[in-house]
C-alpha cells in the first residue's frame, strides 16, 4: 500500500495543489485481446546478436555482467500497448519509462514528468524532465507524451476525436478504457503538456504510471508491426534480440537519463520464457536463471532447501472464475449444456450458492502452502477498498446444494471453464472437485495465453473463465474491465454497481479520501450479493533467487524490475 507519509507521496500532494494522491497501478496478469507476433528472431537496427559484447556503458565503472531472468511465458509482442501480462510487462518495464514512476512499494512519484498541477478538477499539467532521450537518439517531449497517450486512447491527432469504431488506425488495447477520461493533449511547450478531461478522473495520475512512452517519429517509420518487433523506449536498456518462446536480449542502455526509478547495474540481460515451473526451479538451482517468476508455493521449500531464496511480496493479487451472467449473445454461441448453464448463471443466487461451494481456507493452507488469503469478494489485502471488517462467504456445500435446488437446478448443471496454461492448474482442479460436490460438473477448456487473451477479447468464451489480476494501482483498472457493464471483458450487467463504478470514478479527490473508499466498499457488499464471479484467493508474488550475488527487490506491480539489479557471482 501507499505510505500517505513517505517522501514520493507529499511530493505528489504538493504537485497536484489539492487533487490528491491518485491510487497506484494495475498489472493484469492474464487476460485480454491478442497480440501480433513476432518472427521467429529479430534484432534492433545496429544492435549486436544476442552474444555479442556488452555495449559501452559496461566499461570499467559501468555496468557488468549478464543477468538471466526466467518467466512463465513469453511476451505477446514488443509493444507495451499490447502485452497484458506479468511476464512481457518485466520486458518493458526495461524498455521503457513511463510519465510517473512506481516504487517498489506502491507510491507513486516523479518520472518522466517531474511535476504536476491540477488548475482544476478536469485538467492536468504535466513538467516533463528536460534532456531525455530515446535509445535512438529521438527528443523525448511533449509532443511524445501527445503521441502515447492518442494512441492508447485511440484519439485522432488530427480532429482530437476517438477513431469511430472499426476504423483501422483503432489499436484497441484494453487499457484505453484507463484513459477514456481523456478529450485532449495540449503542447504548451516542448517540456510542459496540458490533459484536458471530459470529467474528472480518480484514477489517472497512477494510470500515467503504467503507460510507457513512446517515440512518434520512430514509430511513423515502422509502424505498428514494426515497433512491435523492434521496439525503442526511454528505459534503461535497448532492445537487442526477440527468438520467440526462446529468449528476448536487452543491454543496457549507455545514455540512460538520471530516472528515479535508478540505473542499469548489468550490462545485459536475457529474459527467458520457461513456462513449466519446475523447469524454471532447475534452471535457478544450476545457475540457468538467477531469478524466476511465479514459484509454485509447495515449492518454495525445495528452493531454499536447495541454497536458494524464496521472495515473497504479500500484497495480494486476486484469483477468481469470472462468470458470464448477462445470457447476451452467448446462448446462440453455446448450445445445449452450456446454454443451460448461462441461463443458471444469471441467477445471482446461484452464483452466491457457487461462492458458498469453495473452500477458501482449505485453498490457502494446503494449494498455497499459507502465501495468500481468502478473497471474499471483489478487493484483497492492499486494494483500495478492501474491508477487512467484511464478513466473509461461508463455506457451506450443503447450503449450496439446497439453493440450487430451490433455483431449479437440484441435479446441478454441467459447464464449460476457460483457463490460460500460463496459470498453474492446481487451484482450478480443486475448485472443480468443490464445484462437483454440489452438483455442478465443471470441464476445465486450457488454452495457450494468447488463445485465450484471443477469446476474451472477442467474446467468444465458455460462461467461466479463470484469471489473475495483479496488484492494481486503481480499482477502476478492474472494475472497468470486468464488472462495469461495458467493459472490455464484462459479462456482468448491474444498474446499481455501475453507478457507484461512475460515482467513485468522478472524484477527483485524494485517494485515501472517505468518500472514495466509502463507495468501493459499497460495491464490495453489492458484490457479495449479486456476484460477478466465484471468487478464490488472494496470492502474493513469490519467486526464487539466487542465494548469492544478487541485488534485488520485487514491485508491488508484479513485474520483475531488472534496473538498479546487480549481479556478482
Not at 544492435?47 to 565503472?61: D, R
Not at 536475457?270 to 509447495?298: C, N, V
Not at 536458494?308 to 449473445?329: E, M, R
Not at 450443503?398 to 433455483?407: G, H, I, N
Request: hydrophobic residues 40%.
Amino acid at each position: 500500500m501507499i505510505d500517505p507519509n513517505s517522501p514520493s507521496s507529499r511530493h505528489v500532494r504538493r504537485a497536484e495543489r489539492g487533487r490528491g494522491l491518485l491510487p497506484v497501478l494495475a498489472v493484469i496478469v492474464v487476460i485480454l485481446v491478442a497480440a501480433c507476433g513476432p518472427a521467429a528472431s529479430t534484432s534492433a537496427p545496429g544492435s549486436p546478436s544476442a552474444g555479442a559484447s556488452a555495449s559501452p556503458g559496461a566499461s570499467a565503472g559501468g555496468p557488468t555482467g549478464t543477468l538471466t531472468v526466467g518467466l512463465s511465458a513469453d511476451a505477446e509482442s514488443m509493444d507495451p500497448y499490447r502485452v497484458y501480462q506479468n511476464a512481457g510487462f518485466s520486458v518493458m518495464y526495461a524498455i521503457f519509462d513511463t510519465l510517473v514512476t512506481i516504487a517498489p512499494d506502491g507510491s507513486l512519484g516523479p518520472g518522466l514528468a517531474d511535476s504536476w498541477t491540477s488548475p482544476d478538477a478536469k485538467t492536468l499539467e504535466l513538467k516533463l524532465h528536460p534532456g531525455v532521450k530515446f535509445q535512438d537518439g529521438e527528443p523525448f517531449d511533449a509532443a511524445a507524451v501527445r503521441f502515447s497517450l492518442y494512441r492508447i486512447a485511440d484519439i485522432d491527432p488530427s480532429t482530437n476525436k476517438p477513431y469511430p469504431v472499426g476504423d483501422t488506425h483503432r489499436l484497441n488495447s484494453a487499457f484505453a478504457s484507463n484513459f477514456a477520461s481523456l478529450a485532449s493533449v495540449e503542447v504548451v511547450d516542448p517540456l510542459t503538456v496540458k490533459l484536458h478531461l471530459n470529467a474528472p478522473d480518480s484514477g489517472l495520475l497512477g494510470n500515467l504510471g503504467t503507460l510507457q512512452m513512446l517515440p512518434p517519429q520512430y514509430y511513423a517509420q515502422v509502424g505498428d508491426a514494426g515497433f512491435a518487433l523492434k521496439p525503442v523506449g526511454t528505459g534503461p536498456f535497448r532492445f537487442v534480440e526477440w527468438v520467440k518462446d526462446d529468449h528476448i536480449t536487452l543491454e543496457a542502455n549507455p545514455d540512460y537519463w538520471k530516472s528515479p526509478r535508478g540505473q542499469p547495474l548489468v550490462a545485459k540481460v536475457i529474459f527467458r520464457p520457461i513456462p513449466d515451473a519446475a523447469t524454471r526451479i532447475s534452471e535457478l538451482a544450476t545457475g540457468g536463471i538467477q531469478i524466476m517468476e511465479d514459484l509454485p508455493p509447495d515449492q518454495a521449500a525445495q528452493v531454499k532447501a536447495a541454497g536458494d531464496q524464496a521472495v515473497y511480496l504479500s500484497d495480494a493479487h486476486s484469483l477468481a472464475i469470472w462468470l458470464t451472467t448477462d445470457k447476451g449473445g452467448n446462448l446462440a454461441k453455446n448450445p445445449g449444456d452450456q446454454a443451460t448453464a448461462i441461463t443458471a448463471l444469471a441467477n445471482p443466487a446461484v452464483r452466491r450458492a457457487l461462492n458458498m461451494a469453495i473452500d477458501r481456507k482449505t485453498l490457502v493452507s494446503t494449494l498455497l502452502d499459507g502465501y495468500g488469503e481468502p478473497m471474499n469478494s471483489l478487493w484483497v489485502s492492499g486494494d483500495k477498498g478492501f474491508d477487512p471488517s467484511l464478513p466473509a462467504i461461508p463455506f457451506d456445500p450443503v447450503q449450496a446444494r439446497a439453493v440450487l435446488a430451490q433455483q431449479g437446478y437440484p441435479n446441478g448443471f454441467a459447464v464449460n471453464m476457460d483457463v490460460c496454461t500460463c496459470d498453474s492448474s492446481a487451484i482450478y482442479e480443486a475448485v472443480v472437485a468443490m464445484l462437483a460436490n454440489v452438483g455442478v460438473q465443471v470441464t476445465l477448456k486450457p488454452a495457450e495465453l494468447n488463445q485465450f487473451n484471443d477469446a476474451w477479447g472477442k467474446g467468444d468464451t465458455n460462461p467461466m473463465r479463470g484469471a489473475r489480476l495483479g496488484f492494481p494501482v486503481d480499482p477502476n483498472t478492474e472494475l472497468f474491465l470486468w464488472v462495469d457493464s461495458n467493459g472490455y471483458l464484462s459479462r456482468y450487467r448491474n444498474p446499481a454497481v455501475d453507478a457507484l463504478i461512475n460515482q467513485q470514478a468522478g472524484l477527483p479527490t485524494d485517494d485515501y479520501g472517505p468518500a472514495r473508499v466509502a463507495i468501493l466498499r459499497q460495491i464490495a457488499v453489492d458484490a457479495q450479493q449479486d456476484p460477478p464471479a466465484i471468487f478464490l484467493v488472494g496470492q502474493g508474488s513469490l519467486y526464487g533467487t539466487v542465494g548469492k550475488g544478487l541485488t534485488w527487490q520485487p514491485n508491488v506491480q508484479g513485474y520483475i524490475p531488472v534496473v538498479n539489479v546487480s549481479y556478482n557471482p
